[in-house]
C-alpha cells in the first residue's frame, strides 16, 4: 500500500483540497468585509491547525509574527512614511503644486497638468499614493474650481496623480515586493522612475489634448512671466534635495535603501525646522500616523505569511505553478491572465494585501516563464496602481472624495475613467518594450 506523503492527523483529505478549501474561506471572509491581515491570518492558523495539529499551528502563530517583522529591509517603510509626513508638514506638495502652476499653468489643462507634475514631485518624498492624493486634493481642486475648470477632470487629476507615488521612489509597495522575492529593493526603486515618469508624461498629454479638444473643461490662466518662472524655482529645493538623497544615494551605491529612507526622513524633518513649518502638534501627529501605518501593513505582512505558510503545506502554489506551466499557450497570454486577476482583486483589496497574497503563488510560475523579476515586479505594481482608480474599491477615489465631499462618488470614477484608460497605454508599452524598466537597473553603478 503507497503511504501518504503528509501527516495524518484526525482527517484522510487531500491537503491540496484543504487548501483550495482554505482560499475560498479567505475570498467569503474579504468579501463579506473581514481585513485582510485577520482573515489572513485566521485561515492559516485553522488550516495549519487542521493539517498538523494544535502544537504545529500554536509555534508557527507564535513565532512568525517576530520572524516576519524583525526583517531589515522592512525598516524602511517607517522611514518613507514618516518622510512624506514631514514633507507635508514642511509644505513641500503645495510649493511643488504652485511651481508646476508657474510653468505650465497657462498651457490647456494647466492647473490639472500642474496637479500631475505637483503629485509626481510628491511621490518622490513619499511612498503612500492616498496621502499624495488626499493632500493634493486639498490643495489643486479649490484652485481649480476658482477658475470654473470642469469637477470630474479636476477630481480625475487629483485620483490619477496620487498613483504615481506607487511606482516613483520611494515605494513601499516596491519594497513589499522587493521582501517578498528576496530581490534588491534597491534595483527595483530605481526600475521604477522611468515608467513612473512615463506615467506622469502620458496622462499629462491626454489632458493636454482634450483641453485642446474641448477648452471648456478647463478655461486658459495668463502666463507667467519668465522671471516669475524662475524665481519660483526656489520653492523645489527640499524635494531636490530629497530626491539626490533617495535615489541619488541608491544608485550611487552611498546608501542602501534603509540607509536612504533615514537620510531622507532625516532631511526632511531638518527642512521643516528650518521653514519653521513643523510644531509640536505636527511632530506628534507625523509619529502617530506612521506608527498607524506601519502597524496597519506590518499586520497584513505577518497574516498573510501564516497564510502562506499553511498553503505551502498542503502543496497550492506548487500546484498552481504547475498548471500555469502546463498551459499550452504564450507567455504573453498567461501575463495577461495574470494582470487581468490583479484587476479582479483590485476590486477587494488594498495594494499591500493584493501583493502578500498573491505574489508568493505567481512569481515562481512568472521566472520559470522566462520574464525577468524586476520588470515584472513593476509590471505588478503598476497592475496595483491602476486598482487605486478602479470601482468599487478605488482608493484614491475615496480619498479624494474625503478632501471633497460635495463631489459625487460617480462624478470622480467617471474623472478617472480617461486616465484609466491611457493607463492600459502605459501599461502595454512597458509589456512591449520592457528596457523602459530595466534600463536603469542595468546601468547601475552599485547593485
Known amino acids: 500500500m503507497r503511504l501518504k506523503t503528509y501527516d495524518k492527523t484526525k482527517h484522510d483529505m487531500d491537503p491540496l483540497i484543504v487548501g483550495y478549501i482554505g482560499l475560498a474561506a479567505l475570498f467569503v471572509l474579504i468579501i463579506l468585509g473581514m481585513r485582510i491581515a485577520y482573515a489572513t491570518a485566521l485561515v492559516g492558523i485553522i488550516g495549519i491547525l487542521f493539517l498538523k495539529g494544535w502544537s504545529v499551528a500554536s509555534a508557527v502563530s507564535g513565532f512568525l509574527p517576530h520572524a516576519s517583522v524583525a526583517h531589515y529591509s522592512l525598516s524602511v517603510i517607517p522611514l518613507f512614511v514618516i518622510m512624506g509626513y514631514f514633507a507635508y508638514h514642511a509644505n513641500l506638495t503645495s510649493d511643488a503644486f504652485n511651481t508646476a502652476r508657474q510653468w505650465v499653468g497657462h498651457f490647456p489643462g494647466g492647473l490639472a497638468l500642474a496637479t500631475t507634475f505637483g503629485c509626481a514631485a510628491f511621490a518622490a518624498c513619499t511612498g503612500a499614493s492616498i496621502a499624495a492624493a488626499s493632500v493634493m ?38 519594497v513589499i515586493f522587493g521582501v517578498i522575492t528576496e530581490k534588491s529593493i534597491g534595483v527595483l526603486l530605481l526600475a521604477g522612475i522611468i515608467p513612473g515618469i512615463l506615467t506622469a508624461l502620458i496622462f499629462s498629454s491626454m489632458v493636454y489634448i482634450r483641453v485642446k479638444l474641448n477648452p471648456d473643461l478647463a478655461p486658459p490662466l495668463p502666463s507667467a512671466s519668465f522671471k516669475d518662472k524662475l524665481i519660483s524655482l526656489k520653492n523645489i529645493w527640499g524635494i531636490i534635495v530629497l530626491v539626490c538623497l533617495i535615489i541619488g544615494g541608491i544608485y550611487t551605491g552611498i546608501f542602501t535603501p534603509t540607509e536612504a529612507g533615514g537620510a531622507g526622513a532625516t532631511g526632511a524633518f531638518l527642512m521643516a525646522l528650518m521653514m519653521r513649518r513643523l510644531s509640536w502638534a505636527k511632530l506628534k501627529e507625523s509619529l502617530l500616523e506612521t506608527g498607524r501605518v506601519t502597524i496597519m501593513i506590518f499586520s497584513i505582512i505577518v497574516g498573510v505569511l501564516i497564510l502562506v505558510r499553511f498553503l505551502a503545506l498542503t502543496g497550492v502554489s506548487t500546484a498552481l505553478a504547475e498548471a500555469v506551466l502546463s498551459l499550452h499557450v504564450h507567455r504573453i497570454v ?114
Do not use: Q
Not at 139 to 165: Q, W
Not at 386 to 391: D, H, I
Not at 431 to 443: D, E
Open 334 to 447: 498567461i501575463l495577461i491572465g495574470v494582470l487581468l486577476i490583479y484587476l479582479v482583486l483590485g476590486m477587494f483589496l488594498e495594494i499591500i494585501g493584493m501583493l502578500m497574497l498573491t505574489v508568493p503563488i505567481i512569481f515562481p510560475a512568472i521566472v520559470a516563464l522566462g520574464f525577468d523579476p524586476i520588470w515584472f515586479g513593476i509590471i505588478v505594481v503598476k497592475m496595483c496602481e491602476m486598482c487605486l482608480m478602479t470601482p468599487p474599491v478605488g482608493l484614491n477615489v475615496y480619498a479624494v472624495k474625503s478632501v471633497a465631499p460635495d463631489i459625487p462618488l460617480e462624478e470622480i470614477f467617471k474623472g478617472i475613467f480617461p486616465f484609466l484608460l491611457v493607463d492600459v497605454l502605459t501599461m502595454t508599452l512597458l509589456i512591449a518594450f520592457p528596457k523602459i524598466v530595466t534600463f536603469l537597473p542595468s546601468i547601475m553603478i552599485h547593485t
Open 137 to 174: 486634493g486639498k490643495i489643486a481642486i479649490p484652485e481649480m474650481r476658482k477658475y470654473s475648470y470642469n469637477t470630474t477632470l479636476a477630481a480625475g487629476a487629483v485620483a490619477a496623480g496620487g498613483t504615481l507615488a506607487v511606482l516613483i521612489p520611494p515605494s513601499v509597495p516596491l
